[in-house]
């Protein structure tokens, strides 16, 4: 996050009075590759048993884009 930050990504991070956050594992290519599942990007997920998908699908990258702008904003606005 630090890195990222530093970098000027925009982002935001929220919490919730009920302990619930958004937990969306995608990545989003040019609008039209779609990456999802189960996997963490992290540097001990390819040890685990994750799963994950890509796929070439304008739809399905802007169905993802879509639902990731509405919680974003409803995080952003929260404040």
């Not at 540097?43 to 304008?58: K, Q, R, V, Y």
């Not at 739809?59 to 974003?72: G, K, L, M, P, S």
Request: charged residues 20%; without cysteine; glycine residues 8%.
């Amino acid at each position: 996050v630090t890195q990222l930050k530093q970098a000027g990504v925009p982002m935001v991070i929220g919490t919730s009075d009920k302990g619930k956050i958004m937990h969306l594992k995608v990545a989003i290519v040019d609008d039209a590759i779609v990456g999802s599942g189960s996997y963490n990007f992290t540097g001990t997920a390819e040890l685990e048993d994750n799963f994950f998908d890509i796929e070439h699908s304008l739809e399905r990258a802007a169905a993802f884009t879509t639902y990731w702008q509405r919680v974003h904003n409803y995080i952003a606005n929260k404040k």
